[in-house]
């Protein structure tokens, strides 16, 4: 029985869950509208302490999150839940700036408009699949056209 439970055990995780604070979507489980940061971060780390249980050893998770203002200040929610999860024995391998070039103005005028989120690469152990020619992007020679030299 084991045996095939590790058979069918997934080798990647690819998820983004509700952001903090972000959207009710009316369901008494849901994850998101937590009374704190914390009790949110809880939440979470309970989710993916099971997503690594399940997980081949070899795997990987990758975890996209936005962050929140709370009063006018940064929470930083996908390091507080990055930081979580590396307690919960999960290796952080890379953090990945996802630009949106696209981001919705934010109307605020006492700092900048938030144009980007999180992607974390999670592992198991040191020892996981990962496809680097999968992600790799074709080499480019800058020209002194390419640079903006004149």
């Given at each position: 029985?084991?045996?095939?439970?590790?058979?069918?055990?997934?080798?990647?995780?690819?998820?983004?869950?509700?952001?903090?604070?972000?959207?009710?979507?009316?369901?008494?489980?849901?994850?998101?509208?937590?009374?704190?940061?914390?009790?949110?971060?809880k939440n979470l780390r309970?989710?993916?302490?099971?997503?690594?249980?399940?997980?081949?050893?070899?795997?990987?998770?990758?975890?996209?999150?936005?962050?929140?203002?709370?009063?006018?200040?940064?929470?930083?929610?996908?390091?507080?839940?990055?930081?979580?999860?590396?307690?919960?024995?999960?290796?952080?391998?890379?953090?990945?700036?996802?630009?949106?070039?696209?981001?919705?103005?934010?109307?605020?005028?006492n700092r900048p408009t938030?144009?980007?989120?999180?992607?974390?690469?999670?592992?198991?152990?040191?020892?996981?699949?990962?496809?680097?020619?999968?992600?790799?992007?074709?080499?480019?020679?800058?020209?002194?056209?390419?640079?903006?030299?004149?």
């Amino acid at each position: 029985m084991l045996y095939d439970f590790v058979k069918l055990a997934p080798l990647v995780i690819i998820t983004s869950p509700p952001y903090y604070m972000q959207r009710d979507y009316e369901a008494s489980t849901q994850i998101g509208n937590e009374s704190s940061p914390t009790e949110y971060v809880k939440n979470l780390r309970a989710v993916f302490a099971e997503c690594y249980r399940v997980l081949k050893e070899d795997g990987s998770l990758w975890l996209n999150l936005g962050d929140k203002y709370q009063d006018g200040n940064l929470l930083g929610m996908p390091w507080q839940v990055a930081f979580s999860l590396k307690e919960e024995g999960w290796i952080l391998r890379s953090d990945i700036i996802w630009y949106k070039p696209n981001a919705m103005p934010a109307s605020v005028k006492n700092r900048p408009t938030t144009d980007h989120e999180y992607v974390f690469f999670f592992t198991k152990s040191n020892d996981y699949y990962y496809d680097i020619d999968a992600v790799r992007e074709p080499h480019v020679t800058f020209t002194d056209k390419g640079t903006g030299k004149n």
